[in-house]
């Protein structure tokens, strides 16, 4: 299985403090070893960096833990390949236009296959794995309902739909932003934390490394941290239910349900 990471943020936010704990996942204190890949938004635009290698071992890894970049929405991803091959082109976040914006997606999880709706074929997979394909199906279902932008209120229930059916033929936990919200579906296992004034101090649990939120943050910052398995040891993470769905905007769940 793969692991995820997301971020909502009310203010552009750095991520390398949880960025940092995932990547010893990536061949360290975890498994996953066949690649990484993370997305920050800016604006309408996507700064995106993958490996197929090892994040512990990836020098474009290390650069990213150098680089604090600020975004107020990130997907992040570690892949321990179990559908399709090791290299570029599997490597998680996948990203596609759709109504003029950068849709990003991540999944952890394994599909029997990918079910059908009969929704026009506009997007297409480019590497073989069934995440990638999840996604474009998930995709060419809201382009078939709503060729042009709605709100997401609208949207959410063809995601809904879309992440349940999917959910039926395997495990499916994703992350889905168009950088306006960041959408979450929990099929076996993901873990939050968000994180407002009072701001504390933190511990990973991966890497002997800490931070004092207190004196990097504000007390209006509001920033929501999504994992597959919680990321410090000294903080209370809430676990999804199997099923759950959320909606983030600027830090704040928005919307949530069961599937």
Same mark, same amino acid.
């Given at each position: 299985?793969?692991?995820?990471?997301?971020?909502?943020?009310?203010?552009?936010?750095?991520?390398? /403090?949880?960025?940092?704990?995932?990547?010893?996942?990536?061949?360290?204190?975890?498994?996953?070893?066949?690649?990484?890949?993370?997305?920050? %938004?800016?604006?309408?635009?996507l700064?995106?960096? !993958?490996?197929? !290698?090892a994040?512990?071992?990836?020098?474009?890894?290390?650069?990213? !833990?150098? %680089?604090?970049?600020?975004?107020?929405?990130?997907?992040?991803?570690?892949?321990?390949?179990?559908?399709?091959?090791?290299?570029?082109?599997?490597?998680?976040? &996948?990203?596609?236009?759709?109504?003029?914006?950068?849709?990003? /997606?991540?999944?952890?999880?394994?599909?029997?296959?990918?079910?059908?709706?009969?929704?026009?074929?506009? %997007?297409?997979?480019?590497?073989?794995?069934?995440?990638?394909?999840?996604?474009?199906?998930?995709?060419?279902?809201?382009r078939?309902? %709503?060729?042009?932008?709605?709100?997401?209120?609208?949207?959410?229930?063809?995601l809904?739909?879309?992440?349940s059916? &999917?959910?039926?033929?395997?495990?499916?936990?994703?992350l889905?932003?168009?950088?306006?919200w960041? /959408?979450? &579906?929990?099929?076996t296992?993901?873990?939050?934390?968000?994180?407002?004034?009072?701001?504390?101090?933190?511990?990973?649990?991966?890497?002997?490394?800490?931070?004092? /939120?207190?004196?990097?943050?504000?007390?209006?910052d509001?920033?929501?941290?999504?994992?597959?398995?919680?990321?410090?040891?000294?903080?209370?993470?809430?676990?999804?239910?199997p099923?759950?769905?959320?909606?983030?905007?600027?830090?704040?769940?928005?919307?949530?349900?069961?599937?």
């Amino acid at each position: 299985m793969c692991e995820l990471l997301g971020m909502s943020a009310n203010v552009p936010t750095d991520i390398v /403090f949880s960025f940092s704990g995932l990547m010893q996942r990536g061949g360290r204190t975890g498994p996953h070893r066949d690649g990484w890949g993370i997305a920050f %938004y800016e604006g309408r635009g996507l700064r995106l960096f !993958q490996d197929p !290698q090892a994040s512990v071992e990836s020098e474009v890894a290390a650069l990213v !833990q150098r %680089y604090p970049i600020k975004s107020t929405t990130v997907i992040g991803h570690i892949r321990q390949a179990n559908v399709g091959s090791v290299c570029l082109a599997n490597t998680h976040p &996948f990203v596609r236009e759709l109504w003029g914006r950068n849709w990003c /997606f991540a999944h952890n999880g394994q599909l029997a296959r990918v079910p059908a709706s009969g929704a026009p074929s506009f %997007y297409r997979p480019i590497g073989d794995t069934d995440s990638e394909s999840a996604f474009c199906e998930l995709l060419n279902r809201v382009r078939a309902r %709503y060729p042009e932008p709605v709100s997401v209120s609208l949207l959410l229930p063809v995601l809904v739909e879309a992440c349940s059916s &999917f959910r039926e033929q395997g495990v499916f936990n994703c992350l889905l932003s168009d950088g306006d919200w960041l /959408f979450a &579906f929990c099929s076996t296992k993901l873990a939050r934390i968000t994180r407002r004034a009072p701001f504390g101090p933190a511990t990973l649990r991966d890497v002997d490394m800490s931070v004092d /939120f207190t004196s990097q943050t504000t007390p209006d910052d509001v920033v929501a941290v999504l994992a597959t398995e919680p990321l410090t040891g000294n903080e209370a993470w809430t676990l999804f239910e199997p099923g759950e769905w959320t909606l983030w905007r600027l830090g704040e769940c928005i919307a949530s349900g069961p599937a």
